[in-house]
């Protein structure tokens, strides 16, 4: 039995299932998309699909699942998945890098079905929740709120009640959650775990910040996609950024940002998941201020994270471009070389900015592909 504390920010129980169905399945805006998905059923036979799903699971399994199969049969060369420790997935809080707004928590949903039949409970933000229907359709998809539209005032009982939210599902239900490692993307794919985050994870308990970290599994959990298909718009919001320190997207800029990362070509694809780290907590120091404890845990992830990328020659080659180093040149070919000039060209091309600073949006891309490389080598020569 869920608390009612958390009804607010949870995902529906099975038990509420129908009546969301009906609610969704009167929204036009759903019956839309459900259209765009699945363009050669009627909606009343996918009306019927999804009347029969008396789970969340099984909402997942037979609506969300196939899409995403039928997803990567067009846009990607195939996706793969390693562990450290399968049995440690069972109530693992994976903690990841995040690349895609959308997808980097459905694909590791499609991959946990597929090797160990569960999915994780996903945290997301509400600023992405930007139609009613899309919130219930995300806590019908096993997905818990994360309030940042609340006040200053409203943070703190807000973070101390996701907190709690996350140690019960994983103390109490033993269900496996993902969580992104900082709030958004890292633009630049420098990945990097907020310090904050830590903390909120940790405030359920009044305790030492180890302890309550070590009830939680954490498993740090690497993200690796060949493309990234909002690598241009990424490239854009820097120089937007640059130019205008004060912009900020528009809910517009995150609705194409979802279409794009949706759509686009990803190429290659790999999730990695570690070991939990508990052991590696539980050897730190106690006696240190409570400050660098969570940068102290928030390392360690940020390692384990790190050390696991999985490489293509995209990223070799936009490397030597950056740094200037080619000691990766046997990862590449004159063909390879080739393809993805045109490549870098294209994605500065599709940059619709009246004042274009090309360099500038070259260097950022390059970024983009370079910085798992550059973190790699340092978590790995350390």
């Not at 037979?62 to 793969?80: D, E, R, W, Y």
């Not at 809080?93 to 039949?117: G, K, T």
């Not at 405030?203 to 690796?224: C, H, Q, R, V, W």
Request: hydrophobic share 40%.
């Amino acid at each position: 039995m869920i608390p009612a504390e958390f009804d607010e920010i949870r995902p529906y129980m099975p038990e509420e299932l129908p009546a969301v169905y009906e609610e969704l399945l009167a929204d036009p805006e759903f019956q839309a998309a459900m259209g765009y998905v699945f363009k050669q059923v009627p909606f009343e036979q996918v009306a019927a699909m999804i009347r029969g799903c008396k789970t969340n699971i099984e909402f997942q399994k037979t609506i969300v699942l196939p899409f995403l199969q039928g997803l990567l049969k067009k846009l990607s060369t195939g996706i793969s998945l390693s562990y450290d420790n399968k049995e440690s997935l069972a109530d693992a809080l994976c903690i990841s890098n995040h690349r895609d707004i959308i997808l980097d928590s459905a694909f590791l949903c499609m991959l946990m079905i597929e090797n160990v039949d569960n999915t994780v409970e996903i945290a997301i933000g509400d600023n992405l929740l930007i139609r009613p229907w899309i919130k219930k359709l995300v806590r019908v998809n096993r997905s818990f709120i994360v309030q940042r539209s609340a006040s200053i005032r409203e943070m703190l009982a807000s973070s101390k009640r996701l907190s709690s939210y996350i140690h019960h599902a994983i103390a109490e239900r033993h269900q496996p959650i993902w969580i992104a490692q900082r709030e958004g993307r890292a633009k630049d794919s420098n990945d990097a775990t907020q310090e904050g985050l830590i903390k909120m994870l940790s405030m359920y308990s009044s305790g030492d910040i180890f302890d309550a970290l070590k009830e939680l599994n954490l498993s740090p959990t690497t993200i690796s996609y060949e493309f990234d298909p909002c690598d241009y718009l990424k490239a854009k919001e820097f120089q937007q950024k640059r130019d205008n320190p004060a912009h900020k997207k528009s809910p517009m800029d995150d609705l194409i940002n979802m279409q794009t990362g949706l759509f686009g070509y990803k190429g290659a694809i790999h999730y990695h998941i570690a070991d939990r780290i508990n052991d590696k907590i539980a050897a730190l120091d106690k006696e240190m201020p409570k400050n660098e404890k969570t940068a102290a845990v928030a390392r360690i992830i940020d390692k384990e994270i790190h050390r696991n990328y999985k490489f293509w020659p995209v990223n070799y080659y936009f490397y030597e471009l950056l740094t200037g180093d080619n000691s990766y040149a046997d990862k590449y070919t004159a063909a390879d070389k080739e393809k993805l000039d045109q490549y870098l060209a294209e994605r500065i091309n599709m940059v619709d900015l009246p004042d274009k600073d090309e360099q500038f949006l070259r260097t950022k891309i390059l970024e983009m592909y370079a910085n798992p490389l550059i973190n790699y080598k340092k978590s790995t020569e350390q």
